[in-house]
């Protein structure tokens, strides 16, 4: 179809600051220490930007990252600091995304005045979310050349032990997460999940689940999708 995890902890989203066009700072609290949403944090970064120094003692880190949204070319690019830092007893992490420069940010305002921080920090929030739903032990490795109708060749890439995916298929980056004998798939374009798929190993050379747009709701089956291995 044509341009159709270290573990983390299951969060809830207890606070959002909804910012204005002049801000630069917007937070979340999540529900998971420290060094587990860190982590999160990073592999975001990793694979929506790049990374151009970071502190783990400190936990913050300071990135170009993608956008998610939008039609912009080099606009899409947005610098900034990310830091988490703990609540008072430690249980929770409260994560800080912060603008390096705002008087250039304007161009990145949304139609509803949702600025580019708080574009990039609800996208953090939904990986997040959705990787700790899929939390299990990998059972199966699914890594080399797969085939699906109406998406062509898909590479996914599975390092030997690891529940982390990453891949291309037709146009698309690929990312996700092997949880016992299930596969479950985003598929993203310059930063944003355009399609999520939820598979499940049928023998050594099969995968067949669904896809859906956006990220894939429990109430919904979806489409059908199959993977056979090359």
Same mark, same amino acid.
């Given at each position: ?68 949204? *939008? ?27 912060? *603008? ?66 990453? *891949? ?63």
């Amino acid at each position: 179809m044509k341009m159709p995890y270290k573990a983390v902890v299951a969060g809830m989203f207890f606070a959002v600051a909804v910012p204005l066009i002049a801000k630069s700072k917007v937070s979340n609290v999540f529900d998971a220490p420290p060094a587990s949403v860190y982590d999160a944090v990073y592999r975001y970064a990793q694979r929506h930007g790049k990374i151009k120094w970071a502190d783990e003692k400190r936990f913050t880190l300071y990135a170009e990252v993608f956008v998610p949204g *939008g039609n912009w070319d080099w606009e899409k690019h947005f610098d900034c600091t990310i830091s988490v830092e703990a609540t008072e007893d430690g249980r929770k992490a409260i994560v800080d995304v912060v *603008g390096t420069f705002p008087a250039n940010q304007l161009s990145l305002v949304g139609r509803f005045r949702e600025g580019p921080a708080a574009k990039v920090l609800k996208a953090i929030r939904e990986e997040f979310d959705w990787e700790a739903a899929q939390l299990t032990k990998a059972a199966i490795n699914v890594n080399g050349g797969w085939y699906a109708k109406d998406w062509g060749k898909v590479v996914l890439n599975q390092a030997p032990g690891s529940s982390d995916l990453t *891949g291309k298929g037709d146009g698309w980056d690929i990312t996700g997460v092997v949880s016992g004998k299930q596969v479950f798939l985003h598929f993203s374009n310059d930063g944003s999940v355009v399609y999520s798929a939820e598979l499940t190993a049928e023998g050594e050379n099969s995968l067949n689940g669904s896809y859906s747009k956006g990220f894939m709701s429990d109430r919904g089956k979806g489409r059908p999708m199959h993977l056979t291995k090359q």
